[in-house]
């Protein structure tokens, strides 16, 4: 049963502390994205990785990190230099990341910092 | 600066009738274009798509019409049910070599509400 998975569905952190949230498919997708969303805003783009041990800012990636060691795996941490974390995170992957490909998301991850 | 616009964030709809989703962009580079729907506390889920060289796609009780000269969309349901009542977003991409690639830009999403 393949898809992409978001742990956990609910996070509390207080304010100042680093938080990292976990996405893992198992699609076998190369390509693998990380998006905010706040309410009205849409869906934002933080960071995205097109290849193992490669990754490229998005639009708002101040305030986070990213890594990919495993194909399967594109873990997001949440850094107290980010000023507004509390929000809706979503990731993504896409099979190869360009052309046509549908890009596919996980059940996403809601972040309160207190 | 927003490439994708959705300028309504609601639609209210009456349950039979037909659902009129919009959106503009204004970057000539992009040539696909999606819809993605989406339930509070949940992912995006994908609906439907369209590549720039067709001007119509249909998948069901959903359409989706491109006019590149206005560059400008929509998403057509019909009949509407209960069960579309989500937001709906659309997102675009440029396909070209140079492009960032994957890389979706979305619009801040209508939220359907079809009402029996």
Redo the contacts between chains.
Sequence with gaps: DGG?T?SP?YLFRKEGQNVTLSCEQNLNHD?M?W?RQDP??????IY?S?IVNDF?KGDIAEGYSVSREKKESFPLTVTSAQKNPTA?Y?C?S?A?????????????T?LTVL | DQQVKQNSPSLSVQEGRISILNCDYTNSMFDYFLWYKKYPAEGPTFLISISSIKDKNEDGRFTVFLNKSAKHLSLHIVPSQPGDSAVYFCAARSLGRGSTLGRLYFGRGTQLTVWP
């Excluded at chain 1, 009205?40 to 783009?45: A, K, M, S, T, V």
């Excluded at chain 1, 360009?98 to 059940?107: A, I, N």
């Design positions: 992409i978001q569905k390509a994205y998006y009205g805003q849409g869906l934002r783009l995205y097109q490229q809706f979503l993504a896409t190869r990341g360009r052309g046509t490909d549908t890009q596919y998301f996980g059940p996403g809601r």
